[in-house]
């Protein structure tokens, strides 16, 4: 089965689409997707390979995690997210725990942002943040990305103190892509709880790296975004 799903690869790579991605993902020398490797396999063609092999073993899928090719970890991860998503506690948690011992070759935001809320989040208590708070303080930035991404599970459900908590922890990574998932996520709560959302930015805004600021603020009426970012608010 995990041969199946390398000829069914094969077949959609598009070296044209592939390019383009090498360039968009930053893998140039010591740009943060340094050495990655793109079949040129379309999302869209990803998530119908995913649900056609819905039911690849874990160890297959696992296989297919560690793979060099961006796409095939990309696919590893839709299939998890699918068989999680069908899955019965136990089935749930040995995935979850998967993920975690895996998370090396979850290593670009796109791998984080497509499974972070599902595979952790989801097994994250609101009241207990260990594991986030783990992930926060983790040298690696994808670590780092998928902390503050899995808030989204809760975030979604209008519990925003876990992304509010990360939020607060990741202020000042020093890395952009933290900046943007941080920005992402915070604006995320505005949308669900405006005054948790106005009361976190007033403490810090003045403090955050712009980008961070620019991102959060991003579907705020103009004239209120434009007091953010003069520091008027």
């Known amino acids: 089965m995990a041969e199946d799903v390398r000829r069914a690869l094969d077949a959609l790579r598009d070296p044209a689409v592939a390019a383009t991605s090498q360039r968009f993902f930053k893998t140039g020398p010591g740009e943060y997707g340094e050495g990655d490797r793109f079949l040129g396999v379309r999302v869209p063609q990803l998530r119908a390979l995913a649900r056609a092999h819905r039911s690849l073993p874990l160890d297959a899928v696992v296989g297919h995690?560690?793979?060099?090719?961006?796409?095939?970890?990309?696919?590893?991860?839709?299939?998890?997210?699918?068989?999680?998503?069908?899955?019965?506690?136990?089935?749930?948690?040995?995935?979850h725990r998967l993920y975690l011992d895996h998370a090396r070759f979850v290593n670009n935001w796109d791998l984080v942002d497509t499974s972070a809320p599902h595979l952790v989040g989801a097994h994250v208590d609101p009241g207990d943040l260990t594991l986030l708070e783990r992930l926060a303080g983790s040298s690696s930035v994808w670590e780092r990305r998928i902390a503050i991404i899995a808030t989204f599970h809760w975030t979604r459900m209008g519990v925003v103190e876990p992304a509010l908590r990360i939020a607060d922890r990741l202020q000042g990574d020093p890395h952009d892509l933290i900046h943007k998932a941080v920005g992402w996520m915070v604006r995320e709560v505005g949308k669900c709880d405006p005054q948790s959302f106005e009361v976190f930015l007033a403490e810090r805004y003045r403090r955050m790296p712009r980008t961070m600021l620019r991102y959060a603020i991003e579907r705020l009426p103009e004239a209120h975004r434009q007091r953010y970012l003069r520091g008027e608010v």
């Open 65 to 95: 995690l560690r793979s060099p090719w961006h796409e095939e970890r990309l696919l590893a991860l839709l299939i998890l997210v699918e068989q999680h998503r069908r899955g019965d506690a136990e089935a749930r948690e040995r995935i």
